[in-house]
């Protein structure tokens, strides 16, 4: 019955319309059995009611020889063939042998009705009884078996409905006990308290997926630690090495190849932060945060990125709602905004943006575009699968958000893109499902 739900079917809803078939086909058999009870009694009654009659009309008239004392009314008709004298039963009923016979339609349309038929010294006694009613009385008893049915329905229904409670208890205590644990602790007990039934199987089920999953963010953890840590001593050795060069007298065509190095060992630099911020495995313990201004960060941002945007001829216009603060940890902020300003010179959305920041989140948008809505009043778009491949440190940013519960949204214009939204949530004690996958 389940595939033939639609599958968004609630499991309270199933267990209810399941109760309901279960109360219908109950009482179909129900009223199957009494059907067949009750034609079975009828034909008992009738039989025992006819002989009782039979029994009657001989001793009233089968001394009488005048047969016009007999009964004769569509309800009942008695006759008596005597012998030497010419019958008088109907013609029908003197090849039936004796016993009580049900009347058979096809040979007299008189209705429903049954034939008794004794042996006696007076003679062959034939007595028909009509059951002028009968087919009334099939009518009423048809829709009280039909009132059956619906009362199985409805009952089992109601039970369904008054038992699926405790019929998923374990179920949603087992998903509340989930929804509570400790991502990063074990949760061994949650599967000890359910018996070893269909709950305790899937609790056992979802334990080993956890531990799967556990060990798959412990690697990549693990590996992004171990990356930023290997790739800050040949970043360093770098970086001394340019400021050798920066103390000696080089042409101008070396010192812009030495700038652009600089540049590029700056954003190496970035992106081994960002790393750092994603590789944090204290997800347990509650992340050290702070209160972080918006609006001087975002100001101080600006400046440390001024000379790259003025030499890309791209201008910046900035709205903050004063006094806007997040808690987040010191360096989260900061560092989104690097990876988000890293993306500007590329010409992208053009030479001249808006930042529109306030509590709720930061947009960065072309200034030709239509004003943005603020990010505490914009509708979120769709989630859209992306590629590991977003250049420009947009892949990092967007991973950077994902872990500490932020959300990276684009801004688009007739399907262009034209920008990006961060949205800010206080960083808790507990990173959101799906942080650092």
Known sequence: MFRLLPRKTTLRMRVMLCCAALGGAIGVCLAFVADVISEHDE?????????????????????????????????????????????TSPAWTRKMPAGIHELDKSVDGAGDGFVGIRQSAAGRVTMVAGLPDSPERERRFTEELIAMIVLGIVLGAWLGRMLAGGMLAPVLRLSHEVDRADPAAELLGIAE??????????????????????????????FSADASHELRTP????QGALDLLDAQTVAAPARRRIDRIRRGAA??????????????????????????????????????????????????????????????????????????????????????????????GIALSSGDAPAAASPAEATAAPVVPRRSDESGGIGMLRRLCERYGWRLEDINESGRPVGLRIRMEAVGARPPAGAAT
């Not at 709950?199 to 798959?216: D, M, P, S």
Request: proline share 6%; charged share 25%.
């Open 43 to 87: 034909y008992l009654l009738i039989n025992e009611e006819m002989q009782a009659e039979l029994s009657v009309q001989i001793a009233q008239h089968g001394g009488d020889a005048n047969d016009a004392r007999l009964p004769r009314s569509p309800w009942k008709s008695v006759y008596i063939d005597r012998p030497g004298q010419p019958p």
């Open 193 to 222: 308290d359910h018996r070893s039934d269909e709950v305790g199987a899937l609790a056992k089920a979802f334990i080993r997926y956890h531990g799967r999953v556990q060990a798959a963010i412990e690697r990549e953890v693990l």
């Open 267 to 360: 954003e190496i630099g970035l992106l081994l932060d960002a790393l750092l911020l994603i590789a944090r495995s204290d997800e347990a313990q509650d992340p050290v945060t702070g209160t972080i201004d918006i609006g001087a960060t975002l100001a101080s941002t600006i400046a440390e990125y001024r000379e790259e945007l003025e030499a890309a001829q791209v201008a910046i216009g900035m709205r903050c709602t004063p006094g806007a603060v997040v808690q987040a940890p010191p360096e989260l902020l900061r560092t989104a905004l690097r990876l988000l300003f890293r993306a500007i010179p590329g010409g992208a959305w053009g030479n001249e943006l808006r930042l529109d920041a306030d509590a709720q």
């Open 235 to 238: 970043l360093t050795v770098l």
